[in-house]
């Protein structure tokens, strides 16, 4: 039994529920840890085109809400964590740190949703123009860059190791075939590990059209063969996903020989088994 959710969304981005509505619905879950994961404000010039709030103005009250949750939640249902999604932005690196330190965050989750100031997530990114060699250029980059958000030391998890492939699934899956790609994942991996950083092992992609988990197998076979730590995400962006899949989930992880996920209570790591 998985014991941890720590990601989570709200209407404060781009989900459809309130913080309240989504632990209601944890509530009613076995979960001893419930954590609140919303996106990081974003710095000027950048956008993602599935946001549908302002986060420079819903991101302030979204982590009013969940302190307040944290003090008065029921008796009963799981412990809440306040937490973050930070996007990963290199170039902005002092933007990054200072919202870091605006916020008194249990744990903070690294995602990796532009490379080369590209929204890897949106459809309009991968359009039927963009040739083969530019996106395995383009996975190439990714994994390059998430070897630095892991060996960066500002995050707690990296969030959903293979994201990139939400748009484009077969052509991930054939440049996992190039010589060289899984050398190249292995190194983002390292440097997890080598940074004490979990990976997450995220429901969400059950949840798509191609039915896997992030990561995928060929990923999963590597973090548990590097040693690696995990933590576990539904990356729910409405109540009713809330821990969706969470027994299928952590079956994945025991097959390939996990027995421990992490999470950080005021940025303290926490091992938990399931």
């Known amino acids: 039994m998985i014991r941890a959710d720590l990601h989570n969304h709200t209407l404060a981005a ?3 529920d309130t913080v309240a509505d989504m632990y209601k619905a944890a509530r009613g879950s076995q979960l001893d840890w419930y954590g609140l994961s919303e996106h990081s404000p ?3 010039g950048y956008a ?3 946001y549908t709030g302002d986060l420079s103005l819903t991101f302030p009250s979204y982590v009013e809400e969940v302190l307040a949750l944290k003090q008065n939640a029921p008796s009963g249902g799981p412990q809440v964590l306040l937490g973050m999604e930070l996007d990963w932005l ?3 690196m002092a933007w ?3 919202i870091l330190g605006l916020y008194p965050f249990d744990y903070v989750i690294g995602g990796l949703h532009f490379v080369h100031d590209v929204p890897v997530g949106s459809p309009r990114s991968w359009a039927a123009d963009l040739t083969q060699p530019q996106r395995f250029a383009r996975f190439t980059a990714y994994y390059e860059e998430m070897a630095l958000l892991a060996s960066s030391g500002l995050v707690d998890v990296v969030a959903h190791p293979d994201f990139i492939k939400v748009c484009c699934y077969d052509d991930f899956q054939a ?5 060289g790609s899984l050398d190249l994942i292995a190194s983002a991996l390292t440097a997890m590990r080598d940074s004490d950083t979990a990976m997450e092992v995220s429901s969400a992609g059950l949840r798509k059209t191609f039915n896997e988990p992030y ?4 990923i999963m076979r590597l973090a548990a063969d590097l040693g690696l730590t995990i933590s576990f995400g539904s990356d729910a962006h409405a109540a009713s996903e809330t821990v969706s899949h969470f027994e299928e989930l952590a079956r994945y992880a025991r097959s390939y020989g996990f027995k421990n996920s992490r999470i950080a209570v005021e940025r303290e790591k926490v091992t938990l088994d399931f």
């Open 14 to 16: 781009h989900g459809r």
């Open 42 to 44: 974003l710095p000027p």
């Open 48 to 50: 993602c085109p599935l």
């Open 90 to 92: 290199p170039v902005n």
């Open 96 to 98: 990054m740190k200072n």
């Open 175 to 179: 440049w996992l075939k190039q010589p």
């Open 215 to 218: 990561p995928g197998p060929a």
